[in-house]
């Protein structure tokens, strides 16, 4: 059999799990600094061919030897509750092992897809065994949201947020650092700490803006004021310095394109985490870091 699948990005710590296309392609498809999906159409693939999917890698690689799955697509919450219901049941009764306490069955969501679902949907998703979604806030300024055409505003990626975590499935956010250029650098920093302070996400990743030629920002890239490393980490340290001692999230910089890789759990490892960006901010050399400048991501 030979599997004939869409574009597969997932995120980092989504690395050694068994990538199933769920959706292809994105549904809003307009976010100026994605252009991921852009030559991809959106389609929910039919139950009969992601089951018989299911039943290939279950062959090929074993029932017991797959713990975690990631149901690829731009937001496979887009799919209809029923449809996705059908798929978490199967992967679940297929590999066992995603529902022990280690594994995991996961996705990308939309706040416009969390946001269509009625809180039942949502719990009948989370009790068929989806246990992780990752979302992308990339900024809590919502003149930023707009002016990078993400086709929400902060009100509505709090409403969903909240609404995915109060059925039970945990919430990992991303955050795009830079996302303002160097005139919102401050903006962005303070509102996105202000919007987490709302969410208190169980975890949330820093990601850094680079300009994709496949991405409709590649057209300004000769006039959008891209952030220098160190502003950058000081984007980081300012969202940390303005979260409040109630934000008990994760944090992860588990990205290609970051610049510091520090991790840890709020509030206990904070002051730390502060203080190792406050010495990276002081020392010349961060002055003179270039941006890196990723063509590919
Ligand atoms: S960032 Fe997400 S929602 Fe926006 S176009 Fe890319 S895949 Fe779609």
Same mark, same amino acid.
């Given at each position: 059999?030979? $599997?004939?699948? %869409?574009?597969?990005?997932?995120?980092?710590?989504?690395? +050694?799990?068994?990538?199933?296309?769920?959706?292809?392609?994105?549904?809003?498809?307009?976010?100026?600094?994605?252009?991921? +999906?852009?030559?991809?159409?959106?389609?929910?693939?039919?139950?009969?061919?992601?089951?018989?999917?299911?039943?290939? +890698?279950?062959?090929?690689?074993?029932?017991?030897? $797959?713990?975690?799955?990631?149901?690829?697509? %731009?937001?496979?919450?887009?799919?209809?509750?029923?449809?996705? !219901?059908?798929?978490?049941?199967?992967?679940?009764?297929?590999?066992?092992?995603?529902?022990?306490?280690?594994?995991?069955?996961?996705?990308?969501?939309?706040?416009?897809?969390?946001?269509?679902?009625?809180? &039942?949907?949502?719990?009948?998703?989370?009790?068929?065994?989806?246990?992780?979604?990752?979302?992308?806030?990339?900024? %809590?300024? &919502?003149?930023?949201?707009?002016?990078?055409?993400?086709?929400?505003?902060?009100?509505?990626?709090? @409403?969903?947020?909240?609404?995915?975590?109060?059925?039970?499935?945990?919430?990992?956010?991303?955050?795009?650092? *830079?996302? %303002?250029?160097?005139?919102?650098? !401050?903006?962005?920093?303070?509102?996105?700490?202000?919007?987490?302070?709302?969410?208190?996400? &169980? @975890?949330?990743?820093?990601?850094?803006?680079?300009?994709?030629?496949?991405?409709?920002?590649?057209?300004?890239?000769?006039?959008?004021?891209?952030?220098?490393?160190?502003?950058?980490?000081?984007? !980081?340290?300012?969202?940390?310095?303005?979260?409040?001692?109630?934000?008990?999230?994760?944090?992860?910089?588990?990205?290609?394109?970051?610049?510091? *890789?520090?991790?840890?759990?709020?509030?206990?490892?904070?002051?730390?985490?502060?203080? +190792?960006?406050?010495?990276?901010?002081?020392?010349?050399?961060?002055?003179?870091?270039?941006?890196?400048?990723?063509?590919?991501?």
């Amino acid at each position: 059999m030979t $599997i004939q699948h %869409g574009i597969l990005i997932r995120p980092p710590v989504e690395a +050694y799990s068994l990538l199933l296309n769920v959706t292809e392609g994105c549904r809003w498809n307009k976010c100026k600094f994605c252009g991921v +999906y852009r030559n991809q159409p959106y389609w929910v693939r039919p139950l009969e061919l992601v089951f018989k999917e299911i039943d290939f +890698y279950a062959m090929q690689y074993g029932r017991e030897f $797959i713990d975690r799955v990631f149901m690829a697509g %731009g937001s496979a919450l887009s799919a209809p509750t029923d449809h996705l !219901e059908k798929v978490i049941k199967k992967i679940a009764e297929t590999f066992p092992n995603t529902l022990k306490p280690e594994g995991r069955i996961s996705s990308y969501a939309k706040n416009h897809d969390i946001l269509r679902k009625t809180p &039942d949907e949502l719990r009948r998703l989370k009790e068929a065994g989806l246990k992780i979604v990752y979302m992308g806030l990339e900024s %809590g300024s &919502d003149k930023i949201l707009k002016m990078m055409r993400k086709g929400t505003n902060v009100y509505g990626q709090i @409403k969903a947020s909240k609404k995915l975590m109060e059925s039970g499935i945990k919430l990992s956010l991303y955050i795009i650092l *830079g996302l %303002g250029g160097v005139p919102l650098s !401050e903006e962005h920093a303070l509102k996105t700490a202000e919007a987490l302070n709302k969410i208190n996400p &169980d @975890k949330f990743r820093f990601r850094t803006l680079n300009i994709l030629p496949i991405s409709d920002l590649w057209a300004e890239r000769d006039t959008f004021q891209i952030c220098p490393p160190w502003m950058i980490i000081q984007e !980081e340290l300012t969202i940390l310095e303005n979260l409040e001692d109630h934000v008990t999230s994760e944090v992860y910089n588990d990205h290609m394109s970051n610049y510091v *890789g520090i991790e840890g759990k709020l509030p206990e490892d904070k002051e730390d985490m502060i203080k +190792y960006l406050k010495i990276l901010l002081k020392d010349p050399r961060t002055k003179k870091l270039k941006h890196k400048g990723l063509l590919s991501m």
